[in-house]
């Protein structure tokens, strides 16, 4: 079946710093990629998602990259802040004519955000 | 337009009991999903469905039964509730249509059994 892998499991970086978060797919059908952010406590929370007809897609000091090609996607966080520290997750679902009403989630990355 | 809302918040059970997580959601999403989370670990899925009177199992779902009696409404049971079962439970939802949509979470429903 249809895996997400997510690296690293933990990420450390001082203010101002960029963090990358990194996702591979199996289903090469997949075509909806969004991330989820969840505080600690917290629900899960999209914070920016792109579709596999899209390259890359930015919002503010997130963005998003896909390759299709490779199957791995990316999120990039740029000058990060505290407020940043979180577990984030990556998720994958394929096309809904094929079963696209189960999002595959990668494990997580529980980013620290040192001040 | 409150989203999608969890009962009870917290709840502690002992071994053998049984309870039910509602889930409601006011967005007419014909999806809805039931995950656990274990500390330090990702979301699990025990259950879902694709619309209203349809269930389908996922990746956990053994111990638990599940109902979807109303379009709003996807009911989590524990018949005998064991302690591998203590965890944080999210309920999702998400929109139909032909393209994909993203879940919408409760805030969770922390339950600990004794």
């Known amino acids: 079946g249809e895996n997400v892998e997510q690296h690293p499991s933990t990420l450390s970086v001082q203010e101002g710093d960029s963090a990358v978060i990194k996702c591979t797919y199996s289903?090469?059908?997949?075509?909806?990629f969004p991330w989820y952010k969840q505080e600690l406590g917290k629900r899960p929370q999209l914070i920016i998602d792109?579709?596999?007809?899209?390259g890359e897609k930015k919002d503010q000091r997130i963005a998003v990259t896909l390759n299709k090609t490779a199957k791995h996607f990316s999120l990039h966080i740029t000058e990060t802040q505290p407020e940043d520290s979180a577990v984030y997750f990556c998720?994958?679902?394929?096309?809904?004519?094929?079963?696209?009403?189960?999002?595959?989630f990668g494990a997580g990355t529980r980013l620290f955000v040192k001040a | 337009n409150a989203g999608v809302t969890q009962t009870p918040k917290f709840r502690v059970l002992k071994t053998g009991q049984s309870m039910t997580l509602l889930c409601a959601q006011d967005?007419?999403?014909?999806?809805m999903y039931w995950y656990r989370q274990d500390p330090g670990m990702g979301l699990r899925l025990i259950h879902y469905s694709v619309g209203e009177g349809t269930t389908a199992k996922g990746e956990v779902p053994d111990g638990y039964n599940v109902s979807r009696l109303k379009k709003q409404n996807f009911l989590l049971g524990l018949e005998s509730a064991a302690p591998s079962q203590t965890s944080v439970y999210f309920c999702?939802?998400?929109?139909?249509?032909?393209?994909?949509?993203?879940?919408?979470f409760g805030d969770g429903t922390r339950l600990s059994i004794l």
């Open positions: 998720a994958a679902t394929p096309p809904r004519n094929t079963g696209g009403f189960k999002t595959i």
């Open positions: 999702a939802s998400m929109e139909g249509g032909a393209s994909n949509q993203p879940q919408h």
């Open positions: 967005m007419n999403h014909e999806y």
């Open positions: 289903d090469s059908a997949s075509n909806y």
């Open positions: 792109i579709r596999s007809n899209v």
